[in-house]
Structures are given as structure tokens and as C-alpha cells.
């Protein structure tokens, strides 16, 4: 069966700017920097619930704010599309909503507020025109999303207490391709020391184990290992890497430190997996600490895993068809740049996810805007793929 394209034209009519408007605003004026959503998840869920949502709230590990669960299910068997967000924002200054020429400003705006009521009035819509021909929306927001306040923890908990949909999208701020593959990232951080205090060149330093020839045979060995992961690449998603972002040590020119830290990146592809990563990263710092008679502590730590989704998958060829419907436009296969919840319910849950929202800049910065064009635009495409995955098109 495919799209029916007059039921799916109604629906993206009945797409209502004021209530969406209304609800980005009200979300943008709640702070809610990142372990701190209590106050935004309370409100986002009484709001649900008036709304005539089947609504309930889960710890998901985080009692202190606990997730968003909204609910709207037809009685005909199908399949569930999952609307997930997170609700918390970067710990920067509080900017309230301001809306201007035909643009909304403000703390989440674009990261991701705007997006995520996009989302509940796609799902009002299908609710209010009976449009859904099957199956359910499932709506989950949650805390904890942004690093390094947040951890993670929370999505990853509703996904392992099974709040999970069929498939799942994800209105992050990126629209111009379909993301079907994503590298996975790991932060390392590490720290060379030797034994001793800091001591003046002359009066002994010079005798000392050098934390910094240590720390430069250390990024030789990083470099050369970032020369060989090169080699292993994705069509879409470009290489592997192992990035050195940070090296600090010294105090003085002619006093020897005692230590030095390095920090930088991890991505890799689908296919590798955090297991081998950690472990290459070990018998590194295990070899060159051997080597230079420092000791060398630290490792990785894991942000979020790689993901491949198939581009036969049907949320992938129903989003795509919504997206035709709605925009006249195909959009390319490509690589997610950066990593969202979106990896955890492809590792964690093996279902389909992709991320997808507004046209929106200023992410992460006091800065942040989003047109409002691009809310509208969302909430009818996120619509529509509902229609068509919710029903089992697989188009
Ligand atoms: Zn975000």
C-alpha cells in the first residue's frame, strides 16, 4: 500500500503554527541545563496529559527528573514509531524565547526544544484527524543528554526498560542528509607522571625521567596509530580516527615537571568495537610507559557506540517518502557527523534510528535560533512517516 497522499496532505494542512509555537516557547522558557530538568519534565508532562495523552513519568535511574512517556495508539495492529528527545540544554546563560520575524530565539531552540515540539504536534495531529492507520506514537523525553554534565545514563536506561518504539526519530538539528551510518566516540584522557618533585635543571633535573619526551613518544606512537586506522574507511562515513586535541606540562623553562596530560578523541566505524578500542588504547600507553620509566595512567571512555542502519530498512524508506511528500525533495544517504541518543537504539535495542529536525544554527552557544518555516516543515514530515511506518508501507 502506499502513501495515501490525500490523507497525508490533510494532515500536514492541519499542522497548527500557534500550538506549535506555543509549546517551543513555553519549553524555551523553562531552564533546564542538564541535570536540572525537573521543573521543564513536569511541565512537559501535565501539559500531555491536559492534552489527553496517555502520559507517564519513569526514574530511568534519574529520580530527580524523572522521563516523559506519552502515549496515542489506534486499536489496529502495527507498528510504533518512537519520538525521542532530551530536554536539557548546555550550561550556558538563560536566553528566554523570543520569536522575530518568523524566527524562534532561545536556550534550546535549536538544541532541541524547537524540534522536539515539532514532534508533539505531529502527534497531536495524527491524534486529532484520526490519521494514523495503525499501530501507536510513542513519545519519550528525557535528561541527562548533554556532556559532560550528562552522561547518557537516563535514554540508555529507557531503552534497556524497554520505551521503545518500532523505530525511532530523533529531531537533533540535522536536515540535510539521512543519516544511516555514524561513527562511535570515546574521549581519552591521560596522564604521564614520574616519581620525585619538580626540580631545577641543574640541580638534578636533568637525571630525571623526562615526562615530556614521554608525552612526545606517546603522541609519536598515537600519531602512527591514527596513520594505520586511516585505512579503515565507510563510503559515507569517512575513517577512523585517534585525535590528540590537548597536551599540557612545564612550569618554568629550566625546572623539570613531574607530569603531563594529554586529552583528544576516538572514532571509529561500525564493525569496530569498544572492546578493541580500549584495549589498543591500553597496550599504547602500557608500551610507551615501559619504554620511558614514567608511569603513564588513563584511557578511553566511551561516549557512544558506531551505528549502521540499512537503507532498505522500512523507517528509513517511509521517512524518505515522507520527506518527498512533504519537501519535493530526496535526501542524500550520508553519515550523522556527530553522535546522539540515536547510536544507543540502534547498539542498545537493535531497532532503526534516525536523526532528524530543523534547519537550525547556534547549538551550544547563547546563540541558538530556529525558523519557525523549519518547526512547521518537521512536525509534517515526522506526520507522515508516521502514517505510512505506523501502517507497515514499507515504501
Ligand atoms: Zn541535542
Avoid at 561516549?303 to 517511509?318: G, Y
Avoid at 532503526?352 to 518537521?378: D, F, M, S, W
Amino acid at each position: 500500500m502506499a502513501l495515501d497522499r490525500d490523507a497525508a496532505a490533510a494532515v500536514c494542512d492541519a499542522i497548527d503554527q500557534d500550538r506549535l509555537l506555543g509549546t517551543a516557547v513555553a519549553l524555551v522558557d523553562i531552564p533546564s541545563p542538564t541535570r536540572a530538568a525537573a521543573q521543564i519534565a513536569d511541565h512537559l508532562g501535565a501539559m500531555l496529559d491536559e492534552g489527553g495523552f496517555e502520559v507517564a513519568r519513569v526514574e530511568a535511574g534519574w529520580p530527580d527528573a524523572p522521563a516523559v512517556i506519552a502515549r496515542f495508539r489506534t486499536d489496529r495492529p502495527g507498528r510504533t514509531l518512537q519520538f525521542n528527545g532530551h530536554l536539557d540544554t548546555v550550561h550556558l546563560p538563560f536566553v528566554p524565547a523570543r520569536v522575530e520575524a518568523g524566527n524562534l530565539y532561545g536556550s534550546g531552540a535549536a538544541d532541541m526544544k524547537g524540534g522536539l515540539a515539532a514532534a508533539i504536534e505531529a502527534m497531536r495531529v495524527l491524534r486529532d484527524l484520526r490519521a494514523l492507520p495503525a499501530g501507536g506514537v510513542l513519545l519519550t523525553a528525557h535528561d541527562l543528554h548533554e556532556a559532560p554534565w550528562g552522561d547518557g545514563s537516563q535514554v540508555d536506561t529507557l531503552i534497556d526498560e524497554g520505551y521503545i518504539g518500532d523505530g525511532v526519530l530523533l529531531p537533533e538539528y540535522l536536515c540535510d542528509r539521512l543519516p544511516v551510518v555514524g561513527r562511535g566516540l570515546a574521549l581519552f584522557e591521560t596522564r604521564v607522571t614520574r616519581d620525585g618533585q619538580p626540580v631545577h635543571e641543574v640541580l638534578g633535573g636533568i637525571d630525571q625521567p623526562s615526562v615530556i619526551h614521554a608525552g612526545a613518544e606517546l603522541i609519536r606512537q598515537l600519531r602512527a596509530m591514527d596513520q594505520s586506522l586511516a585505512e579503515k574507511t565507510h563510503p559515507l562515513a569517512g575513517r577512523e580516527s585517534l585525535f590528540v586535541g590537548q597536551m599540557h606540562s612545564g612550569e618554568i623553562y629550566n625546572q623539570a615537571p613531574t607530569e603531563l596530560t594529554l586529552s583528544g578523541t576516538r572514532r571509529w566505524l561500525p564493525g569496530t568495537s569498544f572492546l578493541d578500542v580500549e584495549r589498543q588504547f591500553r597496550e599504547i600507553l602500557y608500551e610507551t610507559a615501559h619504554g620511558e620509566g614514567v608511569r603513564i595512567e588513563g584511557g578511553v571512555k566511551l561516549a557512544r557506540d558506531a551505528f549502521e542502519i540499512s537503507p532498505q530498512d522500512p523507517l528509513v524508506t517511509t521517512f524518505q517518502a515522507a520527506h518527498r511528500h512533504v519537501t519535493e525533495a530526496v535526501l542524500p544517504l550520508g553519515a550523522k557527523p556527530f553522535v546522539d541518543d540515536g547510536n544507543c537504539f540502534v547498539e542498545r535495542a537493535g531497532i532503526p534510528a534516525i536523526t532528524h529536525g530543523p534547519n537550525a544554527l547556534g547549538a551550544h552557544t547563547i546563540e541558538e535560533v530556529v525558523p519557525i518555516a523549519e518547526l512547521l516543515r518537521v512536525a509534517r514530515v515526522y506526520a507522515v512517516t508516521a502514517m505510512a511506518f505506523c501502517a507497515g508501507d514499507d515504501v
